[in-house]
């Protein structure tokens, strides 16, 4: 059987324009005409045809280049140059425009704060359409690399291990100089010597000056590459990375706000990253679900006086105390054997209320004595300020409907980091900066936005619903 082989020298008739290179039903449209909706002026990009100057490239061209590369993992300046030069559907995008990798990343870097009001944006247009209902809102995150590597972070330790080698080195050096001197051996060695010498001095000045940053930012680490990166633990490794956040929405999963932080933990996050999405939404929502990681009273407690349904496992340490009943009206604690522990005054180092036996004989003549407490002085309790938010969250927790939206949001939240980290392949970020991986991670949220925009509403009706918003 012959095989159907190819003729690059056979004469062919190719559309003269680039619009009849790409069909009705091709994605790429969805993705300009989404661009096209946005509000340049909300978003901080000046948008002027008429700015006098040298001439520069559309900002539109350029910020749907950089939306529709990111949402087919194609985000490296260079790659996206090469793109407009040998993809079709990028050369039909652009218009046929061709900036080159450092205008392309020049861009990206000067509209970093642009960029991250792309997501509220592309969030709102979703709530105009539909697909955002802003009621139940779940909220998680993800460790994403930085663009740094973990050898240029510097603890405290390490600095001072470091200033002694070359002390060590220097004082050998000096040592070998005076040597060459004494026996008046080759210029060469001296000159080389005493480089050598210098770069020592300099590489000491600046571990000097590494460690004086670490005490006066009061840090653990700091990495040289990236300083406002941190050390995060990153699927059983420590690595230089971020701590990546999003609030995603009930109804479709879609992501109303995003984020990203430099702290290695979730604790304290969750009011911010609820606030943020209800500046998106314009209103405040009714129910917000998290995991345990962001079980911190005092922060829950910012969204609770909102009338927040607030839906978190608190964390807590098993303690003999949970042994203890509390008698609210008489603010008092009664341990197991039926003793009375009243209020004995404020631990503000520990945030918390003590309560202690009025009799210390009574604790050392209990049969518990030695398990419950050791003190000559009788057990005393701790109740943390914090211990009636505990309390109601605990309570709520335990309510019928508490492990279906924990399911619920394991499905809806867990989902669009698995789509951007392995479909989009960003497992590290390419800027640096809390600004620029902002920026990265709200081009990444924006892509998975458009795509689940695109197979819920399909590509023709998008279209049409985007452009008739303009209208």
Known sequence: MPYITGQREQTQLFPACIEEYIGTEDPVRAYDAFVDALDFVQLGIEDDPYRVGAPQFDPRAMLKLLVYGYSYGIRSSRKLERATYHNVSFIWLMGGLKPDHKTIARFRRDQAAALKNVLKQCARVCLRLGLIEGNTLFVDGTKVRANASMKHTWTAERCQK??????RRVEAMLKECERLDQNEEAHGSSVRMHQALQDQKELKAQIGGVLAELQEQDKTALN?????????????????????QAVVDERHGLI???????????????????????????????RAVADTGYSSPEDLKKSLDQDIDVVVPIHRCSDFRDHFSYDADQDRYRCPEGHVLRYAGINRRNKS?????????????????????RSRAG????RPFTEEI?????????????????????????????HIKHNLGIRAFLMRGLSGVRAE????????NVTRMLKLIGMAALIQRLNSSLA
């Open 162 to 167: 470091s200033l002694e080698e070359i002390d």
């Open 379 to 382: 057990r005393r309790v701790e």
């Open 256 to 286: 109303v706000h995003s984020d990203v932080f430099n702290q290695s933990n979730d604790v304290g996050l969750f009011s911010g990253q609820i606030d943020g999405a209800q500046d998106t939404l314009e209103k405040v929502c009714q």
């Open 390 to 418: 505990r309390e109601r969250l605990e309570a709520r927790y335990r309510l019928p409907d508490a492990p279906l939206l924990m399911r619920r949001r394991k499905m809806r939240a867990e989902h669009p980091f698995g």
């Open 224 to 244: 040289t590459t990236d300083p406002q990166s941190a050390r995060v633990r990153n699927g059983g490794q420590i690595e230089t990375g971020y701590n990546c």
């Open 441 to 448: 991670m709200a081009l990444a949220a924006t892509a998975f």
């Open 353 to 373: 209320h003590m309560y202690s036996i009025t009799d210390a004989a009574i604790c050392q003549q209990c049969p518990r004595f030695g398990t419950c407490t």
